[in-house]
């Protein structure tokens, strides 16, 4: 029989970020099925304690951000390139955007059908439904603000970053003091905005939360020449990353636990600028490919092994609540990889087939790296 294909790296240039976004994708996991390990009357204090885990989805913002004017910053100035640039995310991110929706809505039509509720019950009106598969869930409420694969509001937003990236772009390369020094300001007047009204940062709407982070990672991009003299950026990773982790699941203040998303990014991409990788980075980095397949698909093994059958059926205690979620575990790692192979991979290279935009012109200077564009993965996920 032939081999599975390995999972490998698209390129030896982003090992470390490839390595975040892995250790996005398993904080996020956590976030969302940590709370099964413990009884239920410990679950409320749990679950605001970890509620900072949610922040390293704004780590994937930040490090698409990067990547996307890494890859894309002067290959989007026409319009063949520009539509060439919005057809490979659609590419990358709208098959398993669509598979993941239609398995959601299956899996709680079973719900109904075997005539149980749950007190977040997704809207089934079409119009609410059809605004999901368009991605617009993150930019309009539609119904009771409840929808299926719940994460997928994240991908919208990234969508809303893509469409408006020329502009960065073009500000990055005009002036990139002034880009930061915008970014930084939109940071600090939308966390202050979220103050005053007492929301929590993740309580924000999707794109006002995106674009912070985002651009910060555009910014991070133009500013990489200063990057490369970043002095130890491995041990400074070392450093930040469980501080990071420390402070999200210690119910440390938002802005706090978000500077230091910034902090470990940045480090990421100047280790990377540098070519210096750590022997536990270039293992691992490979995983990095499985991030939107994991981010996509966690939510649906958690709904029905450790919700419904490990805690709804066998109402299992901490011990054998363990071994349920290894399995619940095993079965989203399968799943993603199974899905990124057979599934994702073949759409995209199918959508990229489309000739839609004629070619656009290569700018002198566009790239200094031997990453092919169609390959590169969204952050986000």
């Given at each position: 029989?032939?081999?599975?294909?390995?999972?490998?790296p698209?390129?030896?240039?982003?090992?470390?970020?490839?390595f975040?976004?892995?250790?996005?994708?398993?904080?996020?996991?956590?976030?969302?099925?940590?709370?099964?390990?413990?009884?239920?009357?410990h679950?409320?204090?749990?679950?605001?304690?970890?509620?900072?885990?949610?922040?390293f989805v704004?780590?994937?913002?930040?490090?698409?951000?990067?990547?996307?004017?890494?890859?894309?910053?002067?290959?989007?100035?026409?319009?063949?390139?520009?539509?060439?640039?919005?057809?490979?995310?659609?590419?990358?991110?709208?098959?398993?955007?669509?598979?993941?929706?239609?398995?959601?809505?299956?899996?709680?039509?079973?719900?109904?059908?075997?005539?149980?509720?749950?007190?977040?019950?997704?809207?089934?009106?079409?119009?609410?439904?059809?605004?999901?598969?368009?991605?617009?869930?993150a930019?309009?409420?539609?119904?009771?603000?409840?929808?299926?694969?719940s994460?997928?509001?994240?991908?919208?937003?990234?969508m809303?970053?893509?469409?408006?990236?020329?502009?960065?772009?073009?500000?990055?390369?005009?002036?990139?003091s002034?880009?930061?020094a915008?970014?930084?300001?939109?940071?600090?007047?939308t966390?202050?905005?979220g103050?005053?009204?007492g929301?929590?940062?993740e309580?924000?709407?999707?794109?006002?939360?995106?674009?912070?982070?985002?651009?910060?990672?555009?910014?991070?991009?133009?500013?990489?020449?200063?990057?490369?003299?970043?002095?130890k950026?491995?041990?400074?990773?070392?450093?930040?990353?469980?501080?990071?982790?420390i402070?999200?699941?210690?119910?440390?203040?938002?802005?706090?636990?978000?500077?230091?998303v910034?902090?470990?990014?940045?480090?990421?991409?100047?280790?990377?600028?540098?070519?210096?990788?750590?022997?536990?980075?270039?293992?691992?980095?490979?995983?990095?490919?499985?991030?939107?397949?994991?981010?996509?698909?966690?939510?649906?093994?958690?709904?029905?092994?450790?919700?419904?059958?490990?805690?709804?059926?066998?109402h299992?205690?901490?011990g054998?609540?363990l071994?349920?979620?290894?399995?619940?575990?095993?079965?989203?790692?399968?799943l993603?990889?199974?899905?990124?192979?057979?599934?994702?991979?073949?759409?995209?290279?199918?959508?990229?087939?489309?000739?839609?935009?004629?070619?656009a012109?290569?700018?002198?200077?566009?790239?200094?790296?031997?990453?092919?564009?169609?390959?590169?993965?969204?952050?986000?996920?």
């Open positions: 029989m032939p081999s599975l294909p390995r999972l490998r698209l390129s030896g240039e982003l090992l470390n970020l490839d975040l976004r892995f250790v996005a994708s398993a904080g996020i996991v956590a976030y969302h099925s940590v709370q099964y390990f413990v009884p239920r009357e679950r409320a204090a749990l679950g605001e304690r970890t509620l900072g885990l949610a922040l704004d780590l994937f913002f930040v490090i698409s951000g990067f990547v996307i004017a890494y890859v894309y910053h002067a290959r989007v100035g026409t319009f063949a390139g520009y539509g060439t640039f919005l057809q490979r995310r659609v590419g990358r991110l709208v098959p398993l955007h669509l598979l993941t929706l239609l398995a959601s809505i299956g899996v709680w039509g079973g719900v109904v059908a075997l005539g149980q509720t749950a007190h977040h019950m997704p809207s089934f009106d079409p119009r609410c439904i059809v605004q999901t598969a368009l991605l617009l869930h930019i309009v409420d539609c119904g009771n603000g409840i929808y299926f694969n994460v997928s509001w994240s991908i919208g937003a990234e809303v970053m893509y469409v408006v990236f020329p502009a960065f772009a073009w500000a990055g390369y005009q002036a990139r002034i880009l930061l915008t970014t930084l300001a939109l940071v600090v007047s966390a202050a905005v103050w005053i009204k929301m929590a940062w309580h924000l709407w999707p794109v006002c939360r995106a674009l912070p982070s985002f651009l910060i990672g555009v910014s991070l991009f133009y500013w990489r020449d200063v990057l490369r003299l970043l002095p950026p491995n041990l400074i990773l070392a450093t930040s990353l469980p501080l990071l982790i402070a999200m699941t210690n119910s440390a203040p938002d802005v706090a636990s978000l500077a230091l910034y902090i470990v990014v940045a480090a990421a991409i100047a280790a990377d600028l540098q070519g210096s990788v750590v022997s536990v980075v270039e293992r691992f980095s490979p995983l990095g490919q499985l991030t939107y397949s994991i981010y996509m698909w966690h939510m649906i093994p958690i709904m029905i092994v450790m919700n419904s059958i490990g805690d709804r059926i066998l299992a205690g901490t054998l609540m071994a349920v979620g290894a399995v619940c575990y095993a079965i989203i790692f399968v993603a990889y199974v899905s990124l192979v057979f599934i994702e991979t073949p759409a995209r290279r199918w959508i990229d087939s489309w000739k839609l935009f004629a070619a012109p290569g700018a002198a200077g566009a790239r200094t790296h031997p990453i092919r564009a169609e390959e590169i993965q969204p952050a986000e996920r």
